[in-house]
């Protein structure tokens, strides 16, 4: 059971950047798979995250608008499109997946999440 998230890099201001989430066995089928983030000196912050029983995604105000998820269930992978990046953004980005299947809402609590990935850093300049 693991997840492997990759696509980090540094991009401008105002730039693109996709990251995937490849999962393995059980934890693509989690209900929820979530994105978290951790800048240096600080928390790990919730970005957004799915769940597949509700249909329903949550994302962090910070990047309402901006960033996008979606999974590609034959790749078994999750991903994680963001746009308009700015500075503040800059972080090592994870995935996470929660298999509860009795929440029906994504939570933004990083214990709720069972498993994780590695991380991949973004950086954005100015």
């Known amino acids: 059971v693991q997840l492997q998230a990759s696509g980090g890099g540094l991009v401008q201001a105002g730039g693109s950047l996709r990251l995937s989430c490849a999962a393995s066995?059980?934890?693509?089928?989690?209900?929820?798979m979530g994105w978290f983030r951790q800048a240096p000196g600080k928390e790990r912050e919730f970005v957004l995250a799915d769940s597949r029983s509700g249909g329903t995604t949550h994302y962090a105000d910070s990047v309402k608008g901006r960033f996008f998820t979606a999974r590609d269930n034959a790749k078994n992978t999750a991903y994680l499109q963001m746009n308009s990046l700015r500075p503040e953004d800059t972080a090592v980005y994870y995935c996470?997946?929660?298999?509860?299947?009795?929440?029906?809402?994504?939570?933004?609590?990083?214990?709720?999440?069972?498993?994780w990935g590695q991380g991949t850093q973004v950086t954005v300049s100015s």
């Open positions: 066995g059980r934890t693509f089928s989690s209900n929820i």
């Open positions: 996470a997946a929660d298999t509860n299947v009795l929440r029906t809402y994504p939570s933004t609590s990083p214990s709720a999440y069972d498993y």
